[in-house]
Nanobody
Framework: QVQLVESGGGLVQPGGSLRLSCAAS????????MSWYRQAPGKEREWVAR????????VYADSVKGRFTVSRDNAKNTLYLQMNSLKPEDTAVYYC???????WGQGTQVTVSS
């Protein structure tokens, strides 16, 4: 059974940082491309970043390029998203997803507000 469990969200002030984690199980994580998505209130789900199974290549949405860094630890079956210089418009529920498959976790809420 595929499971994706996101964690690490919270409330942070503008300019702050958060590190999200996604614990994966039920499939061969080390050979799977992975993506981060987010969904802000009242908006459609938006793709944020994608990382290949070997960590090369990595691609980012223009809205987060230079501020967010995606990484993975295949030994721990875990995907990460380091978010720096956070802005109020980054407020959303963040989800991880296996590339090519329609499995979603419950998401983790990130709120950027003073």
């Amino acid at each position: 059974q595929v499971q994706l469990v996101e964690s690490g969200g919270g409330l942070v002030q503008p300019g702050g940082s958060l590190r999200l984690s996604c614990a994966a199980s039920g499939f061969t994580f080390s050979s799977s491309g992975m993506s981060w998505y987010r969904q802000a209130p009242g908006k459609e789900r938006e793709w944020v970043a994608r990382i290949s199974s070997s960590s090369v290549p990595i691609v980012y949405a223009d809205s987060v390029k230079g501020r967010f860094t995606v990484s993975r630890d295949n030994a721990k079956n875990t995907l990460y998203l380091q978010m720096n210089s956070l802005k109020p418009e980054d407020t959303a529920v963040y989800y991880c997803k296996r590339v090519g498959f329609d499995y979603w976790g419950q998401g983790t809420q990130v709120t950027v507000s003073s």
